[in-house]
């Protein structure tokens, strides 16, 4: 009301800027679809009001049976999947699960901005109007109480208070010893040996522009991105959406579009609940997909920059650290602050 | 002599069908009013799962809106059908579709029936109501309101504020006492009879038809008028989270809710299956004499509250990022920050870990590396003493440090050599301790061999960031506790200013110091400095350091370790 005339107008255009920006996005993504070919759809039993998951993976036949007990469990009522050219049997598997549905392509991870055009495409088509909760084969989702109360309860408590996302803060997951020591085998929790994390050394910045922060640190900062702090991955993210067609994922799950979804937090110091992403990355099988990786070069920004961390992971390290935690479930990460307690009403 | 249940339902009208079916086979009749804006066919398929039940009817349906007299319009409408129609009812119980009994019908109806003139309703004066929220309790009675607050509220907000300063009023009819409570009662018959046919009801109804939120102060206050006997508080266990909206219970509350003892508990969430299995299977009666005890249930509840409410100072996260400034708290707690002291004293690291209890690290801001206590390369958190990793964000670095060590004391030393960025941060934080002694970094290079053009730039250098620094920490916005001197007056009476400030650090701890830390040399210091000056440098914060070799010998004086007796 009492903004000089000048700044109403750069605000006016910052709004158009981003309205563009989203308008490209969602175009991208509906062009998207014809890289897509159904593999199996089972599309039609998806209910009017079940929650929903999506991901793009890509030879993750390893991950994907505990993946799916886990998310199906809290309450995951239908999985969409786009499989991007595995050849390890991931289709197959992936198609026997009742309540998959799954798209193939061998287009370009890159060209697709990592997958997440494939997957707005689903979520604009699929989603609109559903819980939705995007994630990579190698993330668990957990929030407060998640082991008694589903996610279900989740999702009516953030319809009650008008909130139509959910962030999550993600913790890379490490084993002790070299990363190769214990094989994991299919099934398993991932996290019996994946039982390590970094408790706080996170840093958090804010971007104004998109009006979302962005949190870096964990065990990936501290071993591979020590030199070059900036380069270390982004860890917050936004997994559970009620979506709209009209909304878009802007840097994988990391920012959403209109940026008035990525208020999660207060401005006043109150904490705003949210959930976490427990990491299974750094499994055994890291060592060869990373070679793979390496040559694939299909990573986010300059591929060559990732080359060392790449040869980090090729050298099998031991990412353990005489600080680390070892997990114990969520009310650990509630007292260590890295997730704030649900004020469930 | 029974009780009879008027349910208010709109939503989950499953689980409100499945309550009524368990009062009703209990032997309590029971009357439901469904919100009107439920549509017929929902409405239908509702009556219709409970047409086998005699003792089970409807009432005449209103379109109910939250903090309006149609609440209050919609139970006047279902009590009355209530008293006409079963006579056998000794008291009324106002429940909703979202409640839950926790105990048989048969408990309940034996403990009313062993109060027959009780009157089950929380009813307290609007003076000492202390869980309104949004501020208006007495001007509820004082005050118009033909705004909806969910539908208006900017046109609400407005008019509540043109009624204050215009002083606009309305009056209370004579005889009645506003009072307020929860908006879930039992009453008795008597009680409730009389309200509902007392010739004043029109008058009353007309009044409270314009107070705000009347469920909750209609019933409340009338009872007061007829009741012989009133217990002020409700059969029905609801909590409350800090915005007042109701809580909810989830299948973990199966064994807290049990043991409460509470006849009805609300709100159930709709898909709290074990819950519902639970408490609607066949029980034995705990038996009428068991009171009603949810202890338990509040604490838990009050716990969740107070967290949310003040939150965690000092932690920085996704989802709790204040703004600057807003922080309710910059850092978890104090610490204390020596600049100088290191320069100026031998080590001076090991004298204060002895006497302050403290954990005490060695330049956290070094150009090469953060220097943890005993030179370790790494802390709690999996802080690392990467220079790289601490500058991308000095200010993160600091907080997680002071958060990952929560319950013992930090003290680090600082410099000008150091990282300058917390400068402001470290200033404004409430929870620092800042003791400065100016000038002391001209010491190391008095002792250092380098040629005099390079100690000259270095010393203007530091000179230069140390006057930028005491700027900040003698500007008006310092909240941290500071205290600055030069070196020449530190060194004057070092162990009073240290004994004072170990004191502020460990103020119970009665131990006085017995041992300063050795001074190290600095004869010729002042030389040195007039040597800077020779240069055309002007030091200006160390204090006065005569040429001479007069005070260098008090100085030397000083150097050895003296014992107080």
């Not at chain 2, 579709?97 to 004066?125: H, K, M, W």
């Not at chain 2, 508990?265 to 898909?271: F, G, M, Q």
């Not at chain 2, 009171?291 to 920085?316: H, M, Q």
């Not at chain 2, 802390?379 to 964000?393: E, I, P």
Request: one cysteine or more; charged letters at 25%.
């Amino acid at each position: 009301m009492g903004m000089p005339l000048q700044q109403k107008v750069g605000a006016l255009r910052v709004r158009l800027r981003l309205r563009l920006k989203r308008q490209r996005l969602l175009w991208r993504s509906f062009r998207s679809r014809h890289r897509l070919c159904v593999a199996t759809d089972r599309t039609a039993q998806i209910g009017r009001d079940d929650i929903l998951a999506f991901a793009c993976v890509r030879n993750e036949v390893v991950r994907l049976p505990w993946f799916l007990a886990h998310h199906r469990a809290l309450g995951v009522q239908h999985f969409l999947i786009v499989d991007n050219d595995s050849d390890d049997g991931t289709r197959d598997y992936l198609a026997a699960q009742p309540d998959c549905s799954v798209w193939r392509t061998e287009a370009s991870y890159k060209a697709s901005r990592f997958g997440i055009d494939w997957v707005t495409w689903l979520l604009m088509h699929y989603g609109h109007g559903h819980w939705c909760l995007t994630l990579d084969a190698d993330e668990a989702f957990i929030y407060p109480e998640h082991d008694t109360r589903p996610l279900r309860a989740l999702t009516d408590w953030l319809e009650a208070q008008n909130r139509p996302a959910f962030g999550a803060l993600m913790l890379d997951m490490y084993p002790r010893g070299p990363l190769d020591a214990q094989t994991y085998a299919p099934g398993d929790d991932p996290f019996a040996i994946l039982r390590w994390f970094d408790a706080d050394n996170y840093t958090v910045l804010m971007k104004p522009l998109l009006r979302c922060l962005w949190v870096q640190g964990g065990a990936r900062a501290r071993v591979f991105f020590a030199d070059e702090p900036r380069r270390a991955p982004t860890l917050n993210k936004i997994p559970l959406v009620r979506w709209n067609r009209r909304y878009a994922y802007v840097n994988s799950t990391h920012s959403l579009m209109p940026r008035e979804l990525n208020q999660m937090h207060d401005a006043n110091g109150q904490p705003l609940a949210a959930g976490a992403l427990l990491h299974s990355k750094f499994l055994h099988t890291i060592i060869d997909k990373s070679r793979e990786e390496k040559a694939r070069r299909e990573h986010f920004g300059e591929p060559a920059a990732f080359d060392a961390y790449y040869d980090g992971l090729i050298s099998n390290p031991d990412l353990w650290h005489e600080g680390a935690r070892e997990y114990a479930g969520w009310r650990q990460l509630v007292a260590l602050g890295l997730m704030p307690a649900i004020d469930w009403g | 002599m029974t009780v009879g249940f008027v349910m208010m339902c709109h939503t989950a009208l499953d689980r409100a069908a499945q309550v009524a079916r368990f009062w009703a086979v209990g032997g309590a009749p029971v009357v439901i009013h469904v919100d009107w804006r439920v549509d017929a066919l929902a409405y239908t398929k509702f009556e219709r799962s409970l047409g086998d039940l005699a003792n089970v009817s409807f009432s005449r349906r209103f379109k109910c809106e939250w903090g309006t007299w149609s609440l209050v319009a919609a139970a006047q409408a279902g009590a009355e059908q209530m008293l006409a129609r079963h006579p056998e009812v000794g008291h009324v119980f106002l429940a909703s579709g979202s409640c839950l009994p926790l105990r048989p019908v048969q408990d309940l109806a034996a403990y009313l029936a062993a109060r027959p003139n009780t009157d089950f309703i929380e009813s307290v004066t609007t003076a000492d109501v202390g869980w309104t929220v949004g501020g208006l309790d007495e001007e509820r009675f004082t005050l118009h309101f033909p705004f909806s607050w969910k539908r208006r509220r900017r046109l609400f907000d407005r008019y509540v504020e043109f009624q204050r300063r215009f002083k606009i009023r309305r009056k209370i009819p004579a005889g009645l006492v506003p009072h307020m409570g929860s908006q879930w009662w039992c009453l008795s018959r008597r009680t409730l009879a009389s309200i509902l046919q007392d010739p004043e009801r029109k008058t009353h109804d007309d009044y409270f038809a314009k107070v705000w939120i009347p469920d909750e102060s209609y019933f409340q206050t009338l009872t007061r008028l007829y009741s012989t006997n009133v217990e002020s508080r409700s059969l029905t266990l609801s909590k409350f989270d800090y915005q007042g909206k109701p809580h909810l219970f989830y299948d973990d509350h199966l064994q807290l809710l049990r043991r409460s003892n509470c006849f009805v508990a609300r709100k159930i969430w709709p898909r709290a299956d074990r819950l519902y299995a639970n408490f609607l299977a066949q029980r034995t009666p705990v038996g009428a004499t068991a009171e009603p005890d949810p202890v338990k249930i509040d604490r838990l509840f009050s716990k969740a509250v107070e967290r949310r409410t003040t939150g965690r100072p000092g932690l920085y996260m996704q989802s709790r990022f204040p703004h600057r400034d807003r922080e309710n708290g910059k850092t978890s707690a104090p610490y204390s920050v020596f600049q100088g002291f290191t320069d100026l004293f031998e080590n001076f690291d090991g004298w204060l870990a002895k006497y302050a209890g403290a954990r005490v690290h060695g330049h956290l801001f070094a150009p090469e590396r953060a220097e943890f206590a005993g030179n370790e390369t790494h802390f709690a958190g999996c802080l690392t003493d990467s220079a790289h990793l601490r500058d991308y964000n000095p200010q993160a670095f600091l907080t997680s440090l002071i958060w990952n060590s929560r319950g013992e004391r930090q003290c680090f030393q600082f410099s000008p050599r150091d990282n300058q960025a917390c400068n402001w941060f470290l200033a404004t934080d409430p929870n620092a301790q800042i003791s400065v002694i100016s000038g002391a970094w001209a010491v190391p290079l008095f002792h250092a061999s380098d040629s005099f053009a390079v100690t000259r730039r270095e010393a203007a250098r530091l000179q230069k960031i140390e006057l930028d620094q005491i700027d900040i920490l003698r500007s008006m916005y310092v909240k941290a506790r500071v205290r600055i001197w030069t070196m020449a007056d530190f060194i004057e009476n070092p162990m009073e200013l240290l004994q004072t400030i170990i004191d502020e650090i460990s103020p119970r701890s009665t131990r006085r110091l017995t041992e300063v830390p050795r001074l190290v040399d600095l004869t010729g210091f002042g030389q040195f400095l007039q040597n800077l000056k020779n240069q055309g440098m002007q030091p200006r914060l160390m204090g006065d350091f005569p040429v001479d070799d007069g005070p260098q010998s008090a100085i030397a004086r000083h150097s050895r370790p003296y014992i107080v007796r």
